[in-house]
């Protein structure tokens, strides 16, 4: 794994491209988590959340961060550390999803966030003061969540979120011929709801009051959709649109690979594709165009600071 991280850096700084190493996994954690329990095609023994429950494998996760920093910190397009993504004690194994729920009995045991990645932050600036770090909510990052994280007294973090609502009711639908279409009225949290341009500003409402009251940046580390959802090209217009009237950095999942085999077979959100869920060729579409609209607002590289090569 270090030996594939090392190459994938090395072919970033090659293509003028910043990296930030983000870690999914580790002690106590496997892939399986964001696959879920009823998810047994590979086996439930892979399925481990452990993390959530055992000190131990909390400190190991310290353990792997500092050694992480140690090995990284001096490659000059490595700009962010994000000490866990999607973290998410309460769903896996409490079946909570609102803070005010959760914090009252839970605050300060192993199963809180807020008292184990100041420990990472502690630990990772022993060895690198400069490299910013991403901290994220609980509840997979969830906006919601925001503004229940902890606010570190580290003057190099950066807040984040991942955003994919309505997500069950839009963004990754299944393809039908009855599908929910943007912009437009259809069910979220068991409610009618409006879901257009205005949708996203109340959304965001947190972030903007967390920004607020920390003097905080906050940045969207996950967005996206199924490529082919009704008026998936307006609603990626107006959430960026949102986000950058913030000032937010802005991250779309997912960006596939360059093996023909993988993208033939995992194409929901290969872009590159356009929104027909038939069409299986790369190349330029309008959904595609959306993006790299945004994205040109956004140009700032490596080689910009002398660091390519």
Request: hydrophobic share 30%; net charge negative; aromatic share 16%.
């Amino acid at each position: 794994m270090q030996d594939n991280l090392d190459n994938y850096i090395k072919m970033a700084k090659k293509a003028n491209l910043f990296v930030i190493i983000s870690f999914r996994t580790g002690p106590g954690r496997s892939e399986f988590t964001f696959f879920g329990v009823g998810n047994d095609t590979f086996g439930l023994e892979h399925l481990n959340d452990e993390v959530w429950k055992d000190k131990q494998a909390q400190e190991k996760w310290i353990d792997m961060w500092k050694y992480t920093a140690e090995r990284y910190k001096n490659e000059s397009n490595v700009v962010c550390y994000e000490l866990m993504v999607e973290p998410n004690s309460n769903g896996v194994w409490l079946d909570i999803y609102n803070p005010e729920d959760f914090y009252p009995a839970y605050e300060n045991t192993t199963y809180d966030w807020n008292q184990m990645y100041p420990n990472i932050v502690n630990e990772i600036r022993e060895v690198d003061n400069e490299t910013p770090i991403l901290i994220s909510p609980m509840s997979w990052s969830s906006v919601r969540w925001l503004n229940s994280l902890s606010i570190s007294n580290d003057s190099r973090i950066v807040y984040s979120v991942h955003q994919y609502e309505p997500q069950s009711e839009y963004t990754h639908q299944e393809y039908s011929s009855n599908m929910s279409s943007y912009p437009g009225t259809f069910e979220w949290n068991g409610e009618p709801t409006q879901f257009d341009k205005s949708w996203f500003e109340t959304y965001l409402l947190p972030v903007d009051q967390f920004k607020s009251d920390n003097s905080a940046q906050v940045a969207v580390t996950e967005y996206g959709l199924k490529r082919f959802v009704p008026g998936a090209e307006q609603f990626l217009d107006d959430e960026m649109a949102a986000f950058e009237k913030r000032g937010m950095n802005y991250f779309i999942w997912s960006w596939q690979p360059s093996s023909k085999g993988y993208n033939q077979a995992q194409n929901d959100f290969n872009f590159r594709m356009g929104t027909d869920p038939n069409n299986l060729s790369e190349g330029n579409s309008q959904l595609y165009d959306t993006i790299k609209k945004y994205w040109a607002k956004n140009d700032v590289e490596p080689s910009d600071f002398g660091n390519a090569s």
